[in-house]
Each structure stands twice: as structure tokens, then as C-alpha cells.
């Protein structure tokens, strides 16, 4: 029989492995097999490996005679010899929750973020306010004042691949400030009265409404002096609690004035410039005892006694008995009973209460602050703002009239969770479910989607696959849908479709022809 010529091969790479390996004996192991993988018949051996094995096996068991080296007996010679070798690799299972002090929002939690952002937008809306935005990126220059606030020390901050200082915003009032500078008064109207929403991210300890990326409302109000301002502020604030649901009895809002704080320093012998690094430290007194800053305070030029006085100041919760401290004609004394008339008269009084240990922890503050709290105190401040009218003039801008709020989101979920007074966002808000029986009627459910989606504005979901009709109904249920319309071949014989009310269980046949006319009666 005549060989091929891959037999033959094969045989003369065989004869080649087979001298090449009995001359292992006296060469060593390696020898022998690097004088095979010098052959030029290489390229076949992958073909040949498992055959040749099994010759010389048998040859060395059939009693050829001699000794047999190791690399001949061995079936697995070719695998052990080459870098075919398969590392087994770790596999690192994906970490699913999000990085620390962070959230994943669900279509559920997305849907409370929503509503809750409407309410602000609704407030903000009425009190005549335009909406605006910024980069969450920002440089790090606009937060590192140095009156040692703690938000400087609580940046996301890095150096981008441009070699540029940036962070991401702490908080928002710096990006307004750079915004207005930007224009330039002359390019903007004022009064500027906007508002925002942004999400802002500091590096802090977590506590109970207290995260380290968070979304706040944000309204200002820049071009006008007058505590007029902050009154309108603190009126839509109040406007938003009683919208949701809350009372006075739930919330009340502190207000000072940072004039009460520097008057005190002016009588005790304290320079201007230190006011507002003062105001910083003086703000942790409610969070840490005196000890804990007194260094901080001496380097100050504040003595012990000094800030003893102060703090007994500060203690104060009528503006009778600051008046009795500060001089006859303070100006602080007259700002603050302005502020009250005012409040009284947008008929919000019940909420305000002067308290003059309300400091507000930003330095730029200049003038009245405020914030809103849980009255019954457990939890930590819902919102907070006040004047800074020299904001603009820390960047190299004009000093220009300002005042706005900060109004976090997630104290305020707690407290509505808290009075029970959160709505429940189960539900998808899906109005109708739409369905076809059989794929002959997937092009009429398609169209009859179209005609509820554009023609009556209802939300409508299409089963997208063929599906029996309960899972149908389990679907509609669980998407919280008021109804679910079946497109049926008898119904649609008749140029009907079949309507179930999820919430009655009844079911109607309804013209396909006045849909649009059936859809509009739901809402009446």
C-alpha cells in the first residue's frame, strides 16, 4: 500500500523523537528534548504527539530490551515540556454596593427624588424664581478660604491630568458667586433671584441624614440689602414645609445676625479680621466643649475669659436681652426686630424664634443667619442660610448684596418618614397596560398605544412578548396600573378592544375609535 506523504512524515518524526529520547540516558532529559524542537518536522509533532507516545510506550513494555528514559514512558511528555501551562486565576467577584456614604437610586428612590425635587421647583416657581446649574466639577481654589470652616477640609479634591487643582463642589454658593462675576453685574438684571438643585459631595462622617454625597435646594436672592430678602426666604421655605405636610409644631427656623457676634467682639477689644475665623470656632461650641478649641481660639487672640463672655452672650433667646448687652443704638438689635415684623406679616411668626447661638459654620456670612430644625431634636439641621454680602469681594469682585438657603434632601426624607407624612412611590405611574392576544394583533395594540400616548397624554405600557393573559394581569398589578386594555381577536372582530379597571376587577369593551374619548373620562 502506498504511504502518504503525511505518514511518512509523521513515521521519520517518530523514528526522530524515538533517537532523540534514547539518547536521554546519557544527554539528560532537556537535551532530548530541545534536539527535537530543533526539527524542522516540528510544525507536525502536535499532530503526531499522542501516537508516538503510545509506539515507544509499547516498545518499552514489549521487552526491547535496555534501559528506557523516563521521557519515553511518560504519555504527557509534550504538555509538561511546553508553556502551555493554565494558570488558574482568581476570579474577584464584582462589589455591588456603591462607595461609601453614596446611593444607588432605584426607580422607586428615583421617583421620591423626583417628587421631592418638583415640591422645591413648585416653591421656587412661586416665589418667582429662574432655575440654574454649574459644573459638579469646580476649581479647588473657590473653597479653600482660610477661616478654618470645616468644609475646606472636606473636599473631593485631586489634581486633573491637565495639572489643574479641581474638586467637586462641596457646596454651591461659590459656583453662583463665579457665575455673577462671570456676566458681570452689567450683564445681569438685578435683582437675581435664582435657585438650584444641585448634588454636592463632601468627605464627612456619616450620621442619620448625613451622607457624603447629597442634593440641595438652593435659592438667592443678590442685588438687594434689605432684610426684606431674608424674610422672602424664609417665607418659601415655610411655604415648602406646610406643602408637605409639616407644621410649626414639627419645625422651627433659629435666626441671628452675625452683626449680634461682632459687636460683642468690637466692645471686647477684637479686630475685624478675626471675626469671621471666630464665628468658625465659636459655631463648634455645639458640637465640642470649649477645651477642644481653646488652642485654637489663644492663636486667635481670644482668652479664655474672652470667649466665656462671648459664649454667655450667645446664650441669649431674646433679642430684650441682647439689647441690654449690646449698645442703645445697635444695629444688629434693629435688624433683627425688622426681620420679626417682616415674618410677621408674611404670617410665618409661629415658625420663627431668635436664637443667638445660631452662628452658621461658613465664614463668608455677614449678616442674618437662620436655620431650620427638628423641634424635637432628633435630627440634625434640616436647612440653613443667611447674608453674605462680601462673598463676592473674597473672589476680587465688588462687594454685592446677597442672602440664599441651603436646603438638603436627605434630612428632609427623614422627617417626612419620621411624621409618617412621605407618599408612597410603589407604583410605576403607569396608566394602561396594552396587550395583544396573539402576534396577528401585535400591530393594532401598537397603534393603540400610539392613540392613548399622544392623543390623551396617559402613560401606557405594551407587552412587548407573547405572554398568557394572567401573567398579564400580574404585570399590570405590579406595575400599580389603573387599567389594562386587550386587544382579543373577537373583540377586535367587532373594532373593540377589552378594558379591565385593575382596582374593580370589572371589564368593558370599548370602541376602538373612541379611545381618546373613554381616556379623558377617567380623568374627569
Given at each position: ?9 509523521t ?8 533517537a ?34 503510545f ?32 494558570k ?22 428615583m ?12 416653591v421656587?416657581?412661586?416665589?418667582g ?25 472636606q ?40 435657585f ?28 438687594i ?23 410649626s ?8 445676625s ?24 465659636v ?29 454667655k ?16 443704638d ?25 436664637d ?51 436646603f ?45 400616548r ?5 402613560s ?12 398579564v ?8 396600573a ?23 376587577g370589572?371589564?368593558?369593551p ?11 373620562e377617567?380623568?374627569?
Amino acid at each position: 500500500m502506498k504511504r502518504s506523504g503525511l505518514s511518512r512524515a509523521t513515521g521519520g518524526t517518530i523514528m526522530l523523537f524515538a533517537a532523540a529520547a534514547s539518547t536521554s540516558v546519557w544527554m539528560g532529559h532537556r537535551t532530548a528534548v530541545a534536539a527535537f524542537t530543533t526539527t524542522s518536522t516540528r510544525s507536525l509533532f502536535s499532530h503526531s504527539r499522542r501516537q508516538c507516545a503510545f509506539r515507544l510506550s509499547s516498545t518499552a513494555s514489549g521487552g526491547g530490551g535496555g534501559r528506557v528514559s523516563n521521557a519515553v514512558t511518560d504519555a504527557s511528555l509534550f504538555d509538561k515540556t511546553t508553556d502551555k501551562k493554565k494558570k488558574k486565576e482568581k476570579k474577584v467577584g464584582l462589589e455591588t454596593n456603591p462607595p461609601k456614604g453614596t446611593r444607588d437610586f432605584y426607580p422607586e428612590d428615583m421617583r421620591m427624588r423626583t417628587w421631592l425635587f418638583e415640591e422645591w421647583r413648585s416653591v421656587a416657581k412661586t416665589f418667582g424664581f429662574s432655575e440654574y446649574d454649574a459644573p459638579v466639577l469646580e476649581s479647588e481654589a473657590l473653597y479653600t478660604r482660610k477661616a478654618g470652616e470645616d468644609v475646606t477640609q472636606q473636599l473631593y479634591n485631586f489634581v486633573d491630568k491637565g495639572e489643574r487643582k479641581v474638586a467637586l463642589r462641596p457646596e454651591m454658593t461659590p459656583s453662583l458667586a463665579r457665575m455673577v462675576m462671570a456676566r458681570g453685574k452689567n450683564g445681569l438684571s438685578m435683582p437675581l433671584k435664582w435657585f438650584s438643585i444641585p448634588q454636592c459631595w463632601r468627605y464627612e462622617r456619616m450620621t442619620r441624614g448625613r451622607r457624603r454625597e447629597h442634593f440641595q435646594w438652593n435659592m438667592d436672592i443678590w442685588g438687594i440689602p434689605g432684610v426684606q430678602v431674608e424674610a422672602e426666604l424664609l417665607s418659601a421655605m415655610v411655604t415648602f414645609f406646610k406643602k408637605v405636610g409639616l407644621t410649626s409644631d414639627d419645625v422651627g427656623i433659629k435666626v441671628n445676625s452675625r452683626l449680634v457676634i461682632s459687636e460683642v467682639l468690637t466692645e471686647l477689644g477684637i479686630p475685624p479680621e478675626k471675626f469671621a475665623a471666630t464665628c468658625v470656632l465659636v459655631d463648634k461650641l455645639d458640637k465640642v466643649p470649649l477645651d477642644a478649641i481653646q488652642g485654637d481660639l489663644e492663636e486667635l487672640g481670644l482668652s479664655r475669659e474672652v470667649v466665656e463672655k462671648l459664649v454667655k452672650v450667645l446664650t441669649n433667646n431674646s433679642i430684650e436681652s441682647i439689647a441690654e448687652v449690646l449698645s442703645p443704638d445697635s444695629e444688629a438689635v434693629k435688624q433683627l426686630r425688622s426681620l420679626l415684623d417682616l415674618c410677621e406679616a408674611y404670617g410665618i411668626s409661629d415658625w420663627i424664634m431668635f436664637d443667638a447661638s445660631v452662628i452658621r459654620g461658613l465664614a463668608y456670612y455677614t449678616g442674618v443667619v437662620f436655620e431650620a430644625f427638628d423641634r424635637k431634636g432628633e435630627l440634625r439641621a434640616i436647612a440653613g442660610g443667611g447674608r453674605y454680602d462680601k462673598l463676592l469681594e473674597t473672589f476680587g469682585g465688588d462687594p454685592t448684596p446677597a442672602a440664599g438657603f441651603g436646603f438638603g434632601d436627605a434630612v428632609i426624607v427623614e422627617l417626612l418618614k419620621e411624621r409618617n407624612l412621605l407618599p408612597t412611590f410603589d407604583t410605576s405611574g403607569v396608566d394602561t397596560v396594552v396587550f395583544a392576544m396573539n402576534e396577528d394583533l401585535y400591530g393594532v395594540a401598537i397603534q393603540v398605544a400610539s392613540t392613548l400616548r399622544t392623543q390623551t397624554g396617559q402613560s401606557v405600557d405594551v407587552v412587548l412578548e407573547n405572554k398568557k393573559t394572567k401573567w398579564v394581569f400580574k404585570h399590570a398589578d405590579r406595575l400599580g396600573a389603573k387599567f389594562c386594555l386587550i386587544v382579543a381577536p373577537d373583540e377586535y372582530a367587532n373594532g373593540q378592544v377589552s378594558i379591565k379597571n385593575m382596582e374593580s376587577g370589572e371589564q368593558t369593551p370599548v370602541s376602538i375609535d373612541a379611545l381618546a374619548d373613554w381616556a379623558k373620562e377617567q380623568t374627569e
